[in-house]
T-cell receptor, first 113, second 115 residues
Framework: AQKVTQAQTEISVVEKEDVTLDCVYE???????LFWYKQPPSGELVFLIR??????QNEISGRYSWNFQKSTSSFNFTITASQVVDSAVYFC??????????FGSGTRLSIRP | NAGVTQTPKFQVLKTGQSMTLQCAQD?????MSWYRQDPGMGLRLIHY???????DQGEVPNGYNVSRSTTEDFPLRLLSAAPSQTSVYFC??????????????FGDGTRLSIL
């Protein structure tokens, strides 16, 4: 199976620190899409970003930024100046040519005040 | 706008019982899917559908059946519940635009316990 690996099970940082969540994926497809979702303590799943395999430009949205590197099959997510409200489980996911969207196991991020 | 609605929110079953988890969306989305979420396992794809009348298996389909008779509804059936199926189940939907996958909209989840 072509996996999505989030090796960091849990991360805990103090508020205002920067934190990077790692995502490594496997794929045999030339065209594919990658996603990040957030699951706050309330339990709902919230879409953060989608990236296609042809666009390796990094993206920044406020305190959030994403680094996509095809050479290392990685799509890492950085939160700058973290806040308590960023505490959540974050999932990386990959869309395959078979129309399947496969998720990683998630990283639980705790931001301590 | 209701989005993706899952019912029930909570359910307790005995081993061997059957039940159907309901999922409905009012956004006219073609793509629908079911996931289960277990501690340390993330979200695992059970079944998915790219349109009415079309379903396919995901990563962990055993013990579950689905059907898609309408665009709006995508029920998940447990044929004979087992304790290993204790989990939180999420239904999701997204529009399809050619072959470009769109962000999924998730329901609030169904917490299922099998005794």
């Amino acid at each position: 199976a072509q996996k999505v690996t989030q090796a960091q099970t849990e991360i805990s940082v103090v508020e205002k620190e920067d934190v990077t969540l790692d995502c490594v994926y496997e794929t045999r497809d030339t065209t594919y899409y990658l996603f990040w979702y957030k699951q706050p303590p309330s339990g709902e799943l919230v879409f953060l970003i989608r990236r296609n395999s042809f666009d390796e430009q990094n993206e920044i949205s406020g305190r959030y930024s994403w680094n996509f590197q095809k050479s290392t099959s990685s799509f890492n997510f950085t939160i700058t100046a973290s806040q308590v409200v960023d505490s959540a489980v974050y999932f990386c996911a990959r869309y395959s040519s078979a129309s399947k969207i496969i998720f990683g196991s998630g990283t639980r991020l705790s931001i301590r005040p | 706008n209701a989005g993706v609605t899952q019912t029930p929110k909570f359910q307790v079953l005995k081993t061997g019982q059957s039940m159907t988890l309901q999922c409905a969306q009012d956004m006219n989305h073609e793509y629908m899917s079911w996931y289960r979420q277990d501690p340390g396992m993330g979200l695992r794809l059970i079944h998915y559908s790219v349109g009415a009348g079309i379903t396919d298996q995901g990563e962990v389909p055993n013990g579950y059946n689905v059907s898609r008779s309408t665009t709006e509804d995508f029920p998940l059936r447990l044929l004979s519940a087992a304790p290993s199926q204790t989990s939180v189940y999420f239904c999701a939907s997204s529009p399809t635009a050619d072959s470009t996958p769109q962000p999924q909209h998730f329901g609030d989840g169904t917490r299922l316990s099998i005794l």
